[in-house]
């Protein structure tokens, strides 16, 4: 996750020179896609998974003091669009790209005495205070594009390693986006935990203290080791970037045919 808490140690972008390795959590994902006659796929996409990221991890004072970490659950549903540039091309005849449009669901939360609370229904910025604007959402809609390539394994199987990335439009993928909120008030309006989890810091900050950064929203990344099997055909011989490249020139000619039908 690429967020406002924990990353590199610098204070920079939220792009990859802000990932932390530390924060890498598992996902797991199933999908269907319909493959054509030529370069393009259309493909139905399901994934789940648990994003982390935590002020410890930073070298940066301002952060560490924060103090703040999240775990986030997440499910997301996606159409995709994949393109393969070179399918006519030897040897790059399985490299693609894609991209999409799709729904997420995330809740954020926090271990307290090991317990873990969804922060959300806290309000940790003072969502649900009398000025606040209210909780942000739980789903919303997401951008998923990347890359990757297939590696054949047989007539009808592949490997896939699969880059993509994920355009979001909430800054609350981590609970923190703007200011810290009148913390007594919290406290009263739902709880002691509620108030801790909205500050942690060492010496508490002052009412309109920047809490994160609003002016960038967050976003997460997702590294993949595919399996696809393809049905259809014979042993998956309709799937023309699954065949094997040419090696003689009659084949490349009968393949440049298959292509212009």
Same mark, same amino acid.
């Given at each position: ?8 140690? $610098? ?9 932390? #390795? @530390?924060?890498? @959590? ?19 996409? #399901? ?7 935590? !002020? ?5 004072? $301002? ?9 986030? !659950? ?9 393109? %393969? ?31 873990? *609370? ?17 909780? *942000? ?7 998923? *594009?990347?890359?990757?390539? /297939? ?13 993509? $990335? @994920? ?37 508490? %900050? ?9 002016? /960038?929203?967050?976003? *997460?990344?997702?590294?993949?080791? /595919?399996?696809?099997?393809? $049905? ?24 440049? @045919?298959?292509?212009?039908?």
């Amino acid at each position: 996750m690429m967020g406002d808490l924990g990353g590199s140690n $610098f204070i920079g972008s939220r792009g990859l020179f802000d990932y932390d #390795f @530390r924060s890498n @959590r598992l996902a797991g994902g199933i999908g269907l896609n319909l493959h054509t006659s030529g370069s393009f796929s259309f493909g139905l996409n #399901f994934l789940a998974t648990r994003l982390y990221a935590d !002020d410890a991890f930073s070298g940066q004072d $301002f952060q560490v003091e924060r103090n703040l970490c999240v775990r986030t !659950d997440l499910l997301e549903a996606d159409f995709l669009i994949e393109y %393969r540039p070179f399918s006519r091309s030897q040897g790059f005849n399985r490299f693609y790209i894609y991209s999409g449009i799709g729904g997420m669901y995330y809740q954020p939360k926090a271990e307290l005495n090991d317990d873990w *609370y969804k922060l959300r229904t806290l309000g940790t910025e003072g969502q649900y205070l009398d000025d606040g604007p209210g909780p *942000y959402k739980e789903i919303d809609i997401v951008i998923p *594009y990347g890359l990757g390539y /297939k590696f054949r394994l047989g007539k009808s199987t592949s490997i896939i390693l699969d880059l993509g $990335f @994920r355009k979001t439009f909430t800054d609350y993928l981590d609970d923190v986006s703007t200011v810290y909120a009148d913390n007594v008030t919290i406290a009263a309006e739902k709880g002691p935990e509620a108030e801790i989890l909205a500050d942690r810091s060492a010496t508490q %900050r002052a009412i309109g203290t920047a809490r994160g950064n609003p002016d /960038k929203k967050d976003s *997460y990344h997702i590294l993949s080791i /595919k399996f696809e099997y393809l $049905f259809g055909g014979k042993s998956g011989d309709r799937c023309y970037y699954n065949r094997n490249p040419p090696k003689t020139r009659s084949t490349k000619i009968n393949q440049r @045919r298959m292509f212009t039908k």
